[in-house]
């Protein structure tokens, strides 16, 4: 089955502890990219990848990490995580930047104490 | 500054009537215009496009409008199930060519459908 998996789903942590948010797909798709959703503002982007060793900042990248040494996962790190990264946060991918639909994994919701 | 905006956070209707979900943006640099449905627990799910060359385009149930001169679109769902209910959110994004642009997102609304 075609799918964007994340891990963990759900992450309770505390101010400071250094976390990794992993994203994985099995569609073969050059582009991935992170968002974050919070009330009232939609998801932002916080980092994209055209294709592996190749990522840029989105919207919001401040304090957030991401890699690409494979063309199937992208994780997303948290150095040193702080209460305003409390969101539910979803990786999504597609065929490559000439394509129109990303594919959203399942989120993952984060909370920093 | 939230450059795509849905103003309404919810809306509610009857099956079987007729859900509108509007959609407003700012930046006339945008010429594609994307809807996603997203239901609790599951992530957005690619609903319907539209590019600027265009005034309409429907899929099933699903129409969407582009009001380029208003900066304005919607999605019109006939008739409404109570399978629709869900948040949708409208995204936008420029074409540079064959390549599309980062996606913008509204805040998203809530359709609540009633049996």
């Known amino acids: 089955e075609a799918q964007v998996t994340q891990n963990p789903r759900y992450l309770i942590t505390v101010t400071g502890k250094k976390l990794t948010v992993t994203c994985s797909q099995n569609m073969n798709h050059e582009y991935m990219s992170w968002y974050r959703q919070d009330p009232g503002l939609g998801l932002r982007q916080i980092y994209y990848?055209?294709?592996?060793?190749?990522?840029d900042k989105g919207d919001v990248p401040e304090g957030y990490k991401v890699s690409r040494k494979e063309k199937r996962n992208f994780p997303l790190i948290l150095e040193s995580p702080s209460p305003n990264q409390t969101s539910l946060y979803f990786c999504?991918?597609?065929?490559?930047?000439?394509?129109?639909?990303?594919?959203f994994g399942p989120g993952t919701r984060l909370t920093v104490l | 500054d939230q450059q795509v905006k849905q103003n309404s956070p919810s809306l509610s209707v009857q099956e079987g009537r007729i859900s509108i979900l509007n959609c407003d943006y700012t930046?006339?640099?945008?010429?594609?215009f994307l809807w996603y449905k997203k239901y609790p627990a599951e992530g957005p799910t690619f609903l319907i496009s539209i590019s600027s060359i265009k005034d309409k385009n429907e899929d099933g149930r699903f129409t969407v409008f582009l009001n380029k001169s208003a900066k304005h679109l919607s999605l019109h769902i006939v008739p409404s199930q109570p399978g629709d209910s869900a948040v949708y959110f409208c995204?936008?994004?420029?074409?540079?060519?064959?390549?599309?642009?980062?996606?913008?997102f509204g805040q998203g609304t809530i359709l609540t459908v009633h049996p």
């Open positions: 995204a936008a994004s420029v074409i540079y060519g064959t390549s599309y642009g980062k996606l913008t």
């Open positions: 930046n006339s640099m945008f010429d594609y």
């Open positions: 990848s055209m294709n592996v060793e190749v990522t």
């Open positions: 999504a991918s597609s065929l490559d930047q000439n394509t129109d639909t990303q594919y």
